[in-house]
């Protein structure tokens, strides 16, 4: 029986190799080779051959082996059906009601949408915390002015806006008209810049001719509109300027420190005749030309305490919203003279000074006369 050869001498017989090959005649390489490798060749060869046949006869019999680690899936099974109880479990939260399998339900939606419907008269309004003219028109979808001009108290003066008043609300823009004696269809429409056919076209009027006009009995005027007409206060002392007392220098100064927060002109779609300077109620207030008093106190036009000075020179200037008044109608001030405190009285919707100046009773932009800050 022919010796197996260790992986020691089979090892010395490789590198034997070379020389061997070397010496021997060409024809018996091959026949040297079969010697030296042929045992080794042989049983390895055995082995493969026996490994390829286990893997024929597995693949032919389908066999299936285990696999390591691997883990069992459960066949899945129906749930019990809930039936309602979903329903009946949701309804308390939101009003949902049972429905078909195959609809849809829709979220209740929390807000309520209101068709844009035209109102068929005129309704009434309360005013409440915090409204402005703009912002109640706005809401009924109508322009600023139909609110003035459909409110006898604010059509001069929408500063008089309080709460708790109540408001009439047109249906649509125009003016609301009460008919007094000597009224005719022509000269209300003249008055609102509109035409006679305008005024008994208007299907929430019921006059067709003067002879349906009744005294007292409100027309709704489409379109209508009327010229804004700046309210006169009546100073408390009305006698003439006094001969000795100086004429203001036409040169005037900053009445407050502060912030400005409104500017001359339109603003948030009203016509503010002045400028408001916003600081800490109890600031000083101070003249801004020399003068004379002409108001000094309590007024009910939306000013609250209310300083007018007459500087005898055609400028009047009016210092509105204060908390407290250091001077005394009739009397002479000096320019940077104390006259009150910034405050909150009045249409206020928080401390600050109401500043105007007045030439020939005409307000004019006070940025204008001020110096530069």
Request: with cysteine; hydrophobic share 40%; proline share 8%.
């Amino acid at each position: 029986m022919a010796e197996t050869p260790t992986s020691s001498s089979l090892d010395v017989k490789i590198k034997k190799l070379p020389a061997i090959l070397k010496a021997l005649p060409r024809p018996r390489v091959w026949t040297n080779l079969q010697t030296l490798f042929g045992p080794f060749l042989l049983r390895y060869a055995s082995h493969l051959a026996i490994i390829g046949l286990v893997v024929l006869t597995l693949s032919l019999s389908g066999i299936q082996l285990p696999r390591a680690d691997s883990p069992q899936l459960l066949p899945p099974t129906a749930a019990p059906s809930l039936g309602d109880r979903t329903y009946t479990a949701l309804a308390g939260r939101g009003n949902l009601l049972p429905a078909e399998r195959s609809t849809l339900v829709r979220f209740p939606v929390p807000h309520t949408t209101i068709p844009d419907r035209l109102r068929r008269g005129v309704i009434t309004y309360t005013v409440q915390s915090g409204d402005m003219v703009s912002s109640i028109a706005a809401d009924f979808g109508l322009k600023w002015t139909t609110i003035m001009w459909s409110n006898e108290h604010l059509e001069d003066n929408p500063d008089l806006l309080l709460p708790g008043q109540v408001l009439n609300i047109l249906p649509i823009d125009g003016a609301y008209h009460r008919v007094c004696d000597g009224d005719t269809l022509a000269k209300i429409a003249k008055k609102y810049e509109v035409e006679v056919e305008d005024i008994t076209g208007c299907p929430f009027n019921n006059v067709h001719s003067d002879a349906d006009l009744q005294v007292g009995v409100h027309l709704l005027v489409p379109g209508g509109r009327k010229p804004y007409v700046p309210v006169v206060f009546r100073p408390t002392y009305t006698g003439p300027f006094p001969a000795d007392a100086p004429r203001g220098t036409g040169q005037f100064i900053w009445p407050a420190q502060g912030r400005l927060t409104d500017l001359f002109g339109y603003v948030r779609n009203r016509w503010h005749t002045g400028i408001d300077i916003a600081n800490s109620q109890g600031t000083h207030v101070f003249a801004a030309d020399r003068g004379y008093v002409r108001q000094a106190g309590w007024t009910k036009m939306g000013y609250g305490v209310l300083v007018i000075i007459d500087h005898g020179n055609g400028y009047w200037t009016y210092y509105g919203h204060l908390s407290a008044v250091w001077v005394s109608a009739g009397q002479y001030v000096e320019q940077g003279q104390w006259v009150g405190n910034i405050g909150n009285t009045g249409r206020s919707t928080g401390p600050h000074l109401h500043f105007e100046i007045r030439r020939n009773k005409e307000p004019t932009d006070p940025m204008g006369l001020l110096p530069p800050r």
